[in-house]
């Protein structure tokens, strides 16, 4: 066999300090109480640093920097809000080996990917928002769309600087300033962010990171001064979100859970479909909403592509995120961990087929190999709950009808991918998915020019695209 | 006021300037005129370009357009916003040619506003069609091609009409006025990972070349803002006829410092749509 | 399935086209994302080593002569005339009328000697001649043969004909190995690709190989993955393995390394010896003993130390 030599990307090239504050008006400070909490690396369980809680107080700052900022900030001509985002996206592009191997220490990810996928996308998003800036008559909301305010932005720990960049771009390309909650198991990149808008000389206060827990981000929804909420997050949270803002009149979006169904009819193109497979489900170690989770094989073409699919996994390279080889990082937390492991085990004991590669896993850390059901039917809990990990249910269907409502059969409706060399197919089975973004003989494809979200429980409103311009103007 | 080339590199005591030669600027190359023609501007030898060199400018023109065309909307944007800032960079060189602080700044800035259409014109210019039946059906813009321009003789009027072809995937031979502007400016664009041959800028006498242009066979399109004279450009307009060319007639006191609207760009864009049937 | 030579046109028509399709945006993607595999230290070592092995030093020129032929034969027996260390080549490939002089030239030497035959590269030639041309080459002491296969008769459907040329080639062969060139830059389509590589295998070919060098497509990393994909598909149904080349346009250790990371992670291990992997190349040689030469010293090496042949 040919074995690769470890083939680690530098840790030299990130400076991470002992401990970070809060982000309020242009400064860091440590926050009212001096609270903190601990982020580790997860691949070794290392602490990475100590960073603040933001307490009441500190959000009540937050946001009055922010609402102080609105007004000149949403007064500039969008010309030169635009070339504030631009200059904020070049940092990001020249920052960007940094900032992918701050993302992976933090939150587990293959160096591959925060380099190859989550940095060039970020940096993309803000190009394509800085455009939007001085071209808001032109989007289809009015001939002069105004901003709503100070927008309270709470966002996951599975794509931490992504999912910053799809939440701050937007809203500031439309003239909104903001209160930004990174994950509590992931802040780090958005204080590095910080750091980038301080270089752009962005004004104070018009980007805040305040970082804590649960209560941290329950106040900063809930603050008075908060005319907007944009969450992303798990479905329960975001019920909570949209009751607890029940006649407040803030403007809401949501982007939940999901139980894709990737659909593989018997006339696709196998080995490129097996890739989109692994990389629908395996891709950021599964840690994401719009995973294709659900495998609906034709079940004339099933054993077939089931034999290609496990012969490929065998080749997945698993472990330290660091290494420029890896495909599959570390589970973010010990409390996803367990809830992946929890989810696995009720799957083998309802009685589901389970099947991982010979794989080892590092001593320390949180790790979980990639792993397969097989004989997984509509009534399995793992085949109706977001399991958000490396865990793959695999089911059967025997025509595109049955394949529809199978896929359809779900409260979930964030995505789906359809694999078949037929185009009508592809089409007519689009256009019954009860979801936000159907994939084609591809999957986890993202463009800051394409706007994703979900229907039903997997929230509401869109991000990316012109149609993400809509959520942050009035 | 006319500049007199000895003020435009301050003088050192002591110390004799080197000048500035003005050529072509075709296929990323700098050539001087195949006629070997020059004439006097404000001092300076200016390359004095013929019918040949017209010719040589649509080849290369030609070549590089599908190349250009193909590259992501993302990268044609990414491209505009280094010319932008190649431009900030050289703004001394315009003031130092006469051109007002403020006009090279608009300028700037409209490389970046253009800059930011690059991704986007298409969703706004296309989109689905929901015709009565089973159907996909979709129109999207595309580039017409080759577009030969005669440009308006500021620095901020010529950025404004090569902005609007290049960001869509056209690629342009430009007619400039204002030689010794249009050549810096060339040189902004040649340092700016701008691909040889999607801006080609000829000085001379448009007169003379762009009759040549209007007429070309393998010349998609021709805007002729920069012309001054409206029975020139009746007769270019009729040329253009010959192969049905997209024509941007002249707009007499074109206000260069407003929004642009869409028009510039949309006139020199195809729309093409497709249908697909739905169904399993 | 079982295809022979009297096969008809029918038959083999409905099996290639029914060949699972293969989609170009996804087979390419696939290929970059194996070529960001960063390869360092002892694998690097292992993995030049293993390279220089594999190479078919080729010189396919009209202006070839005996002397550049008879350098080119002392170069593939010692790569690195400095370092005893350094393994020959797999092969010399040449011209037919070239192949005396290399007989004589790699005699004893564990060199293999291929001949590209069959009217290359155009392969527009009668039957006959293409069958004399193989069976002269195989006289004068080739004993690997690299054929090119008529891309007019596969591009205008008559997958019959090509099959029986190949057939019949592969029996003028005797006991020398039979390349069957498709000339992948010709064929316009992945699916062709496909379609080309199983008729190749079903005809009777021991090894595929991509181009001739003599076109403005050559090897790339997904034509070669379609390949490869081929060929693990061909063992699993007919329990025969089928060895591939890629050649032209493949000139640095880093282009060679990631063939090697293809094949590591598409078919396997047992691709992964010069008896079922050749690399068509000449520059190829000089630039992997500068590398092998970099990570012995430690430093960078230049041209001007390695033999020009």
Same mark, same amino acid.
């Given at each position: 066999m040919f074995e690769?030599?470890?083939?680690?990307?530098?840790?030299?090239?990130?400076?991470?300090? &002992?401990?970070?504050?809060?982000?309020?008006?242009?400064?860091?400070?440590?926050?009212?109480?001096?609270?903190?909490?601990?982020?580790?690396?997860?691949?070794?369980?290392?602490?990475?640093?100590?960073?603040?809680?933001?307490?009441?107080?500190?959000?009540?700052?937050?946001?009055?920097?922010?609402?102080?900022?609105?007004?000149?900030?949403?007064?500039?001509?969008?010309?030169?809000?635009?070339?504030?985002?631009?200059?904020?996206?070049?940092?990001?592009?020249?920052?960007?080996?940094?900032?992918?191997?701050?993302?992976?220490?933090?939150?587990?990810?293959?160096?591959?990917?925060?380099?190859?996928?989550?940095?060039?996308?970020?940096?993309?998003?803000?190009?394509?928002?800085?455009?939007?800036?001085?071209?808001?008559?032109?989007?289809?909301?009015?001939?002069?769309?105004?901003?709503?305010?100070?927008? &309270?932005?709470?966002?996951?720990?599975?794509?931490?600087?992504?999912?910053?960049?799809?939440?701050?771009?937007?809203?500031?390309?439309?003239?909104?300033?903001?209160?930004?909650?990174?994950?509590? $198991?992931?802040?780090?990149?958005?204080?590095?962010?910080?750091?980038v808008c301080r270089q752009a000389e962005l004004p104070p206060g018009v980007v805040n990171i305040v970082t804590g827990a649960r209560?941290?981000?329950?106040?900063?929804?809930?603050?008075?001064?908060?005319?907007?909420?944009?969450? $992303?997050?798990? $479905?329960?949270?975001?019920?909570?979100?949209?009751?607890?803002?029940?006649?407040?009149?803030?403007?809401?979006?949501?982007?939940?859970?999901g139980k894709a169904a990737n659909i593989v009819f018997d006339d696709a193109p196998i080995d490129q479909t097996v890739e989109g497979i692994v990389n629908g489900i395996f891709f950021n170690q599964g840690h994401v909403c719009c995973a294709g989770s659900r495998l609906l094989v034709q079940e004339s073409f099933a054993d077939e592509l089931l034999a290609s699919l496990k012969r490929r996994m065998a080749t997945l390279r698993v472990g330290d995120p660091l290494d420029k080889n890896t495909d599959i990082g570390a589970i973010n937390s010990a409390a996803q961990l367990a809830r992946i492991t929890e989810?696995?085990?009720? &799957?083998?004991?309802?009685?589901?087929?389970?099947?991982?590669?010979?794989?080892?896993?590092?001593?320390?850390?949180?790790?979980?190999?990639?792993?397969?059901?097989?004989?997984?039917?509509?009534?399995?809990?793992?085949?109706?709950?977001?399991?958000?990990?490396?865990?793959?249910?695999?089911? $059967?269907?025997?025509?595109?009808?049955?394949?529809?409502?199978?896929?359809?059969?779900?409260?979930?409706?964030?995505?789906?991918?359809?694999?078949?060399?037929?185009?009508?197919?592809?089409?007519?089975?689009?256009?019954?998915?009860?979801?936000?973004?159907?994939?084609?003989?591809?999957?986890?494809?993202?463009?800051?020019?394409s706007p994703f979200g979900g229907y039903k429980e997997s929230g509401y409103g869109r991000e990316g695209g012109r149609h993400g311009l809509e959520a942050y103007l009035a | 006021m006319p500049k007199s080339s000895s003020v435009k590199a301050p003088a050192e005591p002591g110390r004799l300037s080197v000048r500035k030669t003005y050529k072509l600027y075709i296929g990323g190359a700098f050539p001087r005129s195949e006629s070997g023609r020059t004439y006097l501007v404000d001092g300076d030898n200016v390359a004095l370009a013929s019918r040949k060199d017209a010719r040589d400018a649509v080849l290369a023109a030609r070549a590089a357009q599908p190349r250009w065309a193909g590259a992501t909307a993302y990268n044609r944007g990414q491209v505009l916003y280094r010319i932008a800032e190649m431009l900030e960079a050289r703004r001394s060189e315009f003031t130092a040619l006469g051109v007002p602080s403020a006009e090279v700044a608009a300028a700037v800035d409209r490389w970046v506003w253009y800059a930011g259409w690059a991704d986007k014109i298409a969703q706004v210019a296309g989109g689905a069609n929901p015709v009565a039946g089973p159907f996909f059906n979709v129109s999207a813009p595309e580039p017409t091609g080759v577009v030969a321009v005669v440009a308006p003789s500021s620095l901020l009027g010529l950025v404004s009409v090569i902005a609007p072809a290049i960001v869509t995937g056209n690629t342009v031979v430009v007619m400039a006025a204002g030689p010794q502007v249009a050549i810096t400016l060339a040189e902004v664009l040649a340092t700016s990972d701008l691909p040889g041959g999607v801006v080609n800028l000829l000085t001379g006498r448009y007169a003379e070349i762009a009759p040549w242009l209007a007429s070309h066979d393998d010349v998609n399109a021709v805007d002729l803002t920069g012309v001054d004279h409206p029975d020139v450009a009746t007769e270019l307009e009729r040329a253009a006829a010959g192969t049905l060319k997209r024509v941007i007639r002249p707009v007499t006191g074109v206000d260069f410092t407003a929004d642009p609207g869409l028009q510039p760009m949309t006139a020199l864009l195809e729309t093409k749509t497709v249908w697909h049937p739905k169904g399993y | 399935m079982t295809v022979t030579a009297s096969a008809g046109l029918s038959d083999l028509r409905s099996f290639l086209h029914g060949l699972p399709g293969v989609d170009k945006v996804g087979v390419e993607a696939r290929a970059a994302a194996l070529a960001t595999r960063s390869i360092k230290s002892s694998s690097k070592a292992k993995a030049i080593d293993l390279a220089i092995r594999m190479v078919d030093l080729t010189t396919l020129e009209g202006a070839d002569t005996p002397g550049k032929v008879r350098a080119l034969c002392a170069k593939a027996r010692r790569p690195d005339p400095a370092d005893p260390t350094c393994p020959p080549a797999a092969a010399i490939c040449v011209y037919p009328a070239m192949v005396k002089v290399a007989a004589q030239a790699l005699s004893g030497s564990g060199v293999h000697l291929a001949s590209v035959a069959t009217a290359f590269p155009s392969g527009q030639a009668p039957l006959a001649v293409k069958l004399a041309d193989t069976r002269e080459a195989v006289a004068d002491g080739a004993d690997e043969i690299d054929m090119v296969i008529s891309r007019g008769a596969f591009l205008a459907g008559d997958y019959t004909r090509v099959f029986d040329e190949i057939a019949a080639v592969k029996e003028a062969c005797g006991g020398a190995h039979l390349k069957v060139i498709l000339e992948t830059g010709e064929l316009g389509t992945y699916d062709n690709v496909r379609r080309a590589s199983w008729l190749a295998m079903l005809a009777g070919a021991d090894f595929i190989k991509t181009s001739t060098g003599k076109v403005t497509v050559n090897a790339t990393l997904p034509i070669t993955l379609v390949m490869l994909e081929a060929v693990r598909d061909f063992r699993a149904r007919h329990g025969r393995i089928i060895g591939v080349k890629p050649a032209g346009g493949i000139k640095t250790t880093k282009d060679a390394i990631k063939y090697l990371v293809l094949i590591n992670e598409t078919v396997g291990d047992d691709w992964l010896s010069p008896d079922r992997f050749r690399f068509g190349a000449s520059s190829l040689l000089n630039d992997l003993l500068m590398q092998r030469t970099k990570l012995t010293t430690g430093h960078y090496a230049g041209p001007d130390y390695f033999t020009l042949d």
């Open positions: 690769y030599a470890p083939a680690p990307e530098s840790r030299s090239v990130v400076d991470v300090a &002992g401990s970070y504050g809060l982000f309020i008006d242009g400064a860091f400070d440590s926050g009212k109480d001096g609270n903190v909490l601990k982020t580790v690396n997860p691949a070794t369980e290392e602490v990475l640093a100590e960073v603040a809680v933001a307490g009441p107080e500190d959000v009540d700052r937050a946001v009055a920097a922010a609402l102080r900022a609105f007004g000149p900030w949403s007064a500039l001509p969008g010309a030169e809000r635009a070339k504030y985002l631009f200059r904020i996206a070049r940092i990001i592009q020249e920052r960007s080996r940094e900032l992918a191997v701050l993302e992976s220490l933090d939150n587990g990810k293959p160096i591959r990917e925060s380099r190859d996928v989550d940095l060039p996308l970020v940096a993309a998003h803000f190009f394509y928002y800085a455009g939007w800036a001085d071209k808001l008559a032109y989007a289809g909301f009015g001939p002069d769309p105004k901003p709503l305010g100070v927008a &309270g932005q709470v966002i996951p720990w599975n794509f931490p600087l992504l999912m910053l960049a799809w939440k701050i771009a937007p809203a500031l390309a439309t003239g909104n300033t903001v209160v930004l909650k990174p994950a509590e $198991t992931t802040p780090l990149s958005a204080l590095f962010f910080a750091d209560d941290t981000s329950a106040y900063l929804i809930q603050h008075p001064d908060v005319s907007k909420v944009a969450f $992303t997050g798990s $479905t329960p949270v975001g019920r909570e979100i949209a009751r607890s803002l029940a006649g407040t009149g803030k403007r809401l979006t949501l982007e939940l859970g989810l696995s085990e009720i &799957g083998a004991a309802e009685g589901a087929e389970r099947w991982s590669p010979e794989c080892s896993l590092p001593d320390r850390g949180y790790w979980f190999a990639p792993t397969i059901f097989t004989g997984v039917t509509q009534a399995h809990r793992i085949a109706r709950e977001e399991v958000f990990g490396p865990v793959l249910s695999v089911l $059967t269907f025997r025509t595109p009808e049955e394949a529809v409502a199978k896929a359809n059969n779900t409260p979930y409706g964030l995505s789906a991918g359809v694999w078949t060399e037929k185009g009508s197919r592809i089409l007519a089975v689009a256009d019954k998915l009860r979801a936000g973004v159907v994939w084609a003989n591809t999957f986890n494809k993202f463009d800051p020019a | - | -």
